[in-house]
């Protein structure tokens, strides 16, 4: 029997690792990760805008299991070999029934699709809507997203977002894509010199090499082809630091690493150790202590990489969208939580925090068409650094905390309901209090800060804008709650329950303005989706503390 298991085990191995994936098993694209592009407003690694292309596509990092520099190649060298694929990523059922598609199919090919005729008097809306700056509806969302996954696509096979030739002496002007090679007569008069030019000529025989090579699954002369392109837009330009060899290197690390993947799952593990302590006893118990504060401080390592990783590449403190406001948040709640561990000695501290922040990054991490993970230029009014970095970091620092509150608070909340003793709710009671202390802190001066900024910015120092309007309301909603606690009107249960539901208004100024009304300056915040899972958040909150408050009555 032990023979026949081995036998098995072997073949299946080998299958596993001699099974094809796709034509380009043996293709080698390591080398051109690095290849820079300009694309979004900066010049980033082809690793990072294969990626970005792909997951906008698809929805998925890879697909049919190929890289996405395999698909992109695969796009650019043979597009009509893909018009039949089903790739294309449509979620929204009102878009699919316009479209006469089957409302239970999630991926579409481009021949299904057609020319998207119906969706003309869209586009035109869309359009409007866009130029002045008003937010669109759902349906429109998905129309906007359906017409850019079709014409990235579409624009990667006519070779035009490849803009990897880059501008001779300014990096900062458009660079040229492959499709500049006809050549386009911007092209010429830049790249105005004999030798530039014959270099132009040797990149269209390589490019038509390269599409050769992958076509035929030729790994030797794909190799050599590609590394030559490389080589060949290496010498054109003139400017200082090209290819910016270490910044793109740091980036494609950044890829690869996950750093904040490895962060949310540390924490889980941290979490899920430090729990057990209740459980156990002696050694064992020891062994889970060690083990679980080791993974929080792990878990918080990565994550702290992770935000330093970011600030290089971009060059400024990444909290300009949604999807890096929940990071720093998420970091800044385990600073806090390690400074009320510290001080008090309660682990319980550590687990709600560790369990908030994975919260926080498992949804950074799994919903990159709500937060966008991608690194974009700031918009105009954002590029004061000084100014973002003491506003922006300082307001949502406050939402570090008062997230941190919420969580305690529930746990209180949990203890009433499992009828613990009087004096250890009163303790942690006293835990979520000094967590809203230091948010009010940060969210008083970050308010008034923000009034400099919005007169340094735009003129006036309040203008009742939505988000200063809410900003003001969530701390006033705090403010209340520690006046209350102060006043001796609110005990134990009602206090815990209102940091709970106070936390909503901080939802509501973060989340809502941006994603939910979509108007008011702060229009560079403004996103889209989401909604479904917030207000099932809010009702199993109001629920939960329904029911707690049933429950606990005398």
């Known amino acids: 029997m032990k023979k026949y298991f081995w036998i ?11 099974s094809t994936s796709g034509h380009t098993q043996h293709l080698s694209f390591e080398h051109l990760k690095s290849l820079p592009i300009q694309q979004g407003g900066r010049v980033k690694p082809l690793d990072t805008f294969a990626r970005e292309i792909v997951q906008t596509v698809t929805g998925k990092s890879s697909f049919q ?12 060298a043979n597009p009509s070999a893909w018009d039949n694929i089903e790739m294309i990523e449509i979620r929204s059922l009102e878009l699919k029934k316009k479209l006469g598609l089957h409302h239970d199919q999630k991926y579409f090919t481009l021949a299904q699709l057609g020319h998207l005729k119906p969706l003309e008097p869209d586009f035109q809306t869309i359009h409007n809507k866009t130029q002045n700056e008003e937010k669109l509806t759902p349906y429109e969302e998905g129309v906007n997203r359906l017409f850019t996954q079709v014409s990235l696509v579409q624009r990667i096979g006519y070779g035009e977002l490849l803009a990897v030739i880059p501008h ?10 492959f499709i500049d090679l006809e050549p386009s007569a911007r092209l010429l008069s830049v790249y105005n010199d004999t030798e ?30 590609t590394t030559k392109l490389k080589q060949i837009l290496s010498e054109l330009p003139k400017i200082s630091g090209y290819p910016f060899s270490k910044t793109l290197s740091l980036e494609i690390f950044y890829n690869a690493f996950h750093p904040f993947r490895k962060a949310w799952i540390f924490y889980v593990l941290a979490a899920v150790l430090l729990s057990l302590l209740a459980l156990t006893a002696g050694k064992l118990h020891t062994a889970f202590l060690y083990t679980g ?26 909290v300009g969208t949604m999807y890096e406001s929940v990071v720093w948040v998420s970091l800044v709640l385990m600073v806090f939580a390690f400074f009320l ?39 105009p009014v954002l590029r004061s650094n000084f100014w973002l970095t003491i506003h922006v970091l300082t307001i949502t620092s406050s939402y570090a905390a008062f997230a941190l509150a919420m969580a305690l608070s529930n746990w209180v909340l949990v203890k009433y309901l499992l009828r613990h003793p ?66 001796g009107w609110l005990n134990d249960f009602w206090m815990s329950a209102a940091s709970v539901m106070a936390f909503q208004g901080v939802l509501m100024a973060w989340y809502g303005v941006n994603f939910v009304l979509g108007v008011g300056l702060h229009s560079y915040g403004f996103g889209a989706g989401g909604l479904i899972y917030v207000l099932t958040y809010v009702l199993i909150q109001v629920l939960f503390i329904a029911g707690v408050w049933f429950k606990s009555k005398p």
């Open 341 to 379: 561990f510290y001080k008090h000695q309660s682990i319980g501290i550590l687990i709600a925090a560790c369990i908030m922040s994975a919260i926080g990054l498992v949804l950074a991490d799994n919903l990159p068409l709500i937060l966008d993970p991608s690194l974009r230029p700031l918009a």
């Open 196 to 225: 530039s030019r014959a270099k132009l000529e040797e990149l269209k025989v390589l490019l038509q090499g390269m599409a050769q090579s992958y076509t035929a699954n030729d790994a030797a002369s794909f190799y050599l082809t």
């Open 65 to 76: 299991g190929q890289s996405a520099i395999q698909l992109l190649l695969a796009w650019f």
């Open 422 to 487: 009087k004096t250890e709710i009163r303790t942690w009671v006293q835990y979520a209090y000094q967590a809203i202390q230091i948010g009010v802190l940060l969210l008083a001066a970050g308010t008034i800060l923000g009034g400099v900024w919005a007169d340094y910015s735009w003129g006036r120092f309040w203008g009742w804008d939505p988000k200063e309007v809410w900003a003001l309301i969530a701390l006033l909603l705090y403010l209340a709650v520690i006046h209350g606690r102060y006043a």
């Open 293 to 318: 504060t080791a993974a929080s401080i792990l878990a918080f390592l990565s994550h702290v990489l992770g935000f330093y990783l970011r600030c290089t590449i971009s060059g400024r403190a990444p």
């Open 8 to 18: 098995f085990l072997i073949l299946l191995l080998s299958t596993l690792l001699f």
């Open 168 to 177: 001779p002496t300014h990096p900062d002007e458009p660079w040229f894509s």
